[in-house]
């Protein structure tokens, strides 16, 4: 009885602070300015979701193909009868969901890098949870323009914008936008 009483007293003052925090998001954040390019028919586009620690989500698009690994943008989205299919301006913005912290890592490879990222993007399976980055900087490992993107078991969005970032700044291959289309 006393160990009860005792947890319900350390307890109920943190739940009282909570409710009067002033940290806490009271509105809906308000709508991203969104002025994105879509994918070129030849152009590779990295999505990093980065609003929380390691990042929440990453995405590719190759031209208008999309892979979600792990995501759940193509199973809400098809709910819709009317929805059109995937675009670059619509997946960010239900990225935006979590919040604008959104990078857009554009690449034009030659033609066959870009069929054999295509490819791959199609005999993917499926991913678990947790790996959606796994997944998306597999998908681009060992091809140019992507040196120094390797294979790897475990990664986070995070990590792997980090390394884009790199090969944006010293290779020059490629340019990283955020949603409103500025550079990064």
């Known amino acids: 009885m006393t160990y009860a009483l005792l947890c319900l007293m350390l307890l109920a003052p943190g739940v009282a602070r909570a409710q009067e925090t002033s940290g806490w998001l009271r509105e809906p954040l308000p709508a991203a300015s969104i ?8 152009e590779i586009v990295v999505v990093i979701n980065d ?6 989500h990453a ?10 690994p792990a995501g759940s943008y193509m199973g809400m989205r098809e709910r819709d009868k009317a929805w059109p299919g ?3 301006a619509d997946y960010a913005h239900y990225q935006t969901t979590d919040g604008p912290k959104v990078r857009f890592y554009r690449f034009r490879p030659d033609t066959q ?13 499926p991913t678990p949870p947790l790996f959606c980055a796994v997944t998306v900087q597999n998908l681009l490992a060992g091809l140019a323009p992507f040196p120094g993107i390797e294979s790897v078991g475990f990664t986070t ?3 792997l914008g980090r390394r884009l970032d790199t090969l ?3 290779g020059g291959t490629g340019e990283c936008q ?7």
């Open 35 to 42: 002025h994105l390019a879509e994918p070129d028919a030849d």
């Open 113 to 125: 890098t870009f069929k054999t990222i295509a490819s791959r993007m199609r005999d993917a399976g």
């Open 157 to 159: 969005p995070s990590a």
């Open 168 to 170: 944006v700044r010293q």
């Open 59 to 68: 995405g590719l698009f190759a031209g208008n193909l999309l892979i979600d």
């Open 51 to 56: 609003n929380a620690l390691g990042g929440n």
């Open 86 to 88: 995937p675009s670059l």
């Open 178 to 184: 955020r949603l409103d289309g500025t550079p990064c």
